[in-house]
């Protein structure tokens, strides 16, 4: 059986890439359900249905364990797919998402008051992050910023240049400010969720008090701008990518499940399912994977 990794359209690759260079012997199928894309803001309803639809699509071709790769989707689909569909229609099957472990990554975080995370419009609404975060961490503060031009931007392929330089600038001047004006509000401390802001001075930050100490890139495709976010982001911000994460993540989930992990065959292959045209979804993967991918389009 194979390794399922599903995501709204092109996005999942960049986890993908990491956890096939860190599981390379496994053999996998990816999703992408890019005639849908973008999820980032549609209903719960919606991706919900959708996720349970690609999911069964995965299922049918013998994933044993799926990984939604997708914030907006593990954000709003997960839980009711684990605790409502599974154990009903198909308890040999295991579905994991990457809210959690990026959630323990920030958690960790050592030297901070708050972290930020960029994501989704619908990943931020959905508030999943700071409920796993006020487990795993009650106190540390979490900026929650939207970035909705990002996504169509980087599918675009404005991966640089003054265009893109722009908005990454303008939502990192919009998530300090919404760090001042949650250190500011009296009462707030601690509980560190905020989601909307006007532009404030970045200067104004007080490094010690306010200090956002690491940014968790919790969208898909905002590490394929890492260089540019890197580039104007000040330095002593940590920058989080899930990659990172998610593959040891999944690496550890292994090796605590044999009666998973056995049933897994190891023939090193990788098949590209999408939901929309292979011309297009080749030629991003490329951009996304850093080589040729041949796709085979699925209705679903
Ligand atoms: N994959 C989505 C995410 O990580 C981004 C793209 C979309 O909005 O569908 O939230």
């Not at 364990?65 to 040999?92: F, G, M, Y």
């Amino acid at each position: 059986m194979h390794i399922g990794i599903f995501d709204s359209g092109f996005g999942g690759l960049t986890i993908f890439k990491s956890i096939r260079a860190r599981l390379p012997q496994y053999d996998y199928v990816y999703l992408g359900d890019n005639a849908r894309t973008p999820y980032g803001s549609r209903s719960f309803d919606a991706i919900f249905r959708f996720t349970r639809e690609c999911l069964e699509e995965l299922f049918a071709r013998d994933c044993k364990l799926v990984v939604i790769a997708c914030n907006t989707a593990s954000a709003k689909a997960l839980r009711t797919i684990q605790q409502k569909v599974l154990p009903v229609e198909h308890p040999d099957r295991k579905v994991l998402g990457i809210i959690r472990p990026s959630a323990e990554a920030l958690s960790h975080h050592p030297r901070t008051r708050s972290v930020a995370l960029w994501g989704t419009e619908g990943t931020v609404k959905s508030q999943s992050f700071a409920l796993e975060l006020e487990k795993l961490a009650p106190g540390l503060g979490l900026i929650q910023k939207a970035c909705p031009l990002l996504v169509p931007m980087v599918e675009a392929g404005e991966l640089d240049g003054a265009g893109i330089d722009h908005y990454i600038a303008k939502y990192w001047r919009e998530t300090v400010a919404l760090a001042v004006s949650e250190a500011n509000t009296p009462g707030s401390a601690g509980t560190g969720i905020s989601t909307t802001g006007t532009a404030v001075d970045p200067g104004s930050l007080s490094p010690e008090r306010d200090r956002i100490g690491a940014l968790l890139l919790a969208c898909t495709h905002y590490p394929l701008l890492l260089p540019r976010i890197r580039a104007i982001v000040p330095p002593e911000v940590d920058i989080l990518v899930q990659g990172d994460i998610v593959a040891p993540s999944l690496a550890d989930y292994l090796s605590r499940h044999p009666e998973v992990e056995s049933l897994l065959s190891r023939n090193r292959t990788q098949r590209f399912l999408t939901t929309d045209q292979t011309e297009g979804f080749d030629r991003l993967s490329e951009v996304f994977l850093g080589h040729p991918v041949i796709s085979e389009k699925i209705a679903i």
